[in-house]
């Protein structure tokens, strides 16, 4: 069974960086597309970076030029480079397959954007 791990997240100031990490604890990235999600105002998570076994990605429009998705599939691992931070980005970031899946969710990783 599938396990994934967040981490990386923090507090940082206004136009800072955080790389954020996915892991399989146990298993390995199977599916072809993982991505990087957050909550919404309403509460729903939105898909913000994704990428797929062959390099494509996606970023929703608010991150784009800012946050960098890639992976290791030997090391089973998904980054999220985060630059110019901004305070709307403050949220718990989780980690899943594209798309979800509710049994994936783990316990996401806070990043803060605060002066």
């Known amino acids: 069974q599938l396990q994934l791990v967040q981490s990386g997240g923090g507090l940082v100031q206004p136009g800072g960086s955080l790389r954020l990490s996915c892991a399989a604890s146990s298993g390995s990235f199977e599916f072809s597309r993982m991505g990087w999600y957050r909550r919404t105002s309403g509460q729903r998570r939105e898909l913000v970076s994704s990428i797929g076994r062959d390099g494509s990605t996606y970023y929703v429009q608010s991150v784009k030029g800012r946050f960098t998705i890639t992976r290791d599939d030997d090391r089973n691992i998904i980054d999220l480079q985060m630059t110019n931070l901004k305070p709307e980005d403050t949220n718990v970031y989780y980690c899943?397959?594209?798309?979800?899946?509710?049994?994936?969710w783990g316990q996401g990783t806070q990043v803060t954007v605060s002066s």
């Open positions: 899943n397959r594209v798309p979800d899946e509710d049994k994936f």
